[in-house]
């Protein structure tokens, strides 16, 4: 376990790699499973009654893009290291994030914590764009792309479905 926590930390420094995360199906289940009730968790927070759905497309989309990435660039024996380390970030960057959401207050303006929340996502999409790097052997310039384009497909995708008229 502690050696899980090294990888994450060096992960989280731009210092490693999800090829030092184990290749165990019971290790990411378990991450997933983690960060599924860890975004159920902050959706019923926020009062979002779709947040179970949000998060299983959210994740799904996840899934299909990395396994999809993986085979057109032969590399599916990686499949397990690199959501391993995708899903450890994302709760990590969840758990930060609600720790700001819990200091905000919608009726004060609040840059300090805005710039804040700003860095930190930012900071997310370079760790992404990192893990992206490696398990596909890439540039950062590419998985930069790579994680941005997912994310912005998933927001539009997840709006076209849950749209509140």
């Not at 019923?44 to 759905?53: I, N, T």
């Amino acid at each position: 376990m502690s050696e899980l926590l090294i990888n994450l930390a060096k992960l989280l420094r731009l210092r490693g790699g999800p090829q030092h995360f184990p290749a165990s199906w019971r290790i990411t289940i378990t991450l997933l499973a983690i960060y599924l009730l860890q975004n159920l968790v902050n959706g019923a927070q926020l009062d979002d009654e779709q947040a179970a759905a949000k998060s299983l497309i959210a994740i799904s989309l996840q899934l299909v893009v990395l396994a999809g990435l993986l085979l057109w660039r032969r590399h599916p024996e990686r499949f397990t290291q690199t959501l391993s380390a995708l899903v450890s970030v994302g709760i990590i960057f969840n758990l930060v994030t609600w720790g700001l959401l819990s200091q905000s207050d919608p009726n004060v303006n609040q840059p300090e914590l805005a710039t804040l929340w700003f860095g930190i996502f930012i900071w997310s999409l370079f760790v992404d764009a990192h893990i992206y790097r490696h398990a596909l052997s890439v540039t950062l310039s590419v998985g930069m792309l790579i994680t941005v384009l997912t994310l912005a497909v998933s927001y539009v995708f997840i709006e076209m479905l849950f749209l509140q008229i």
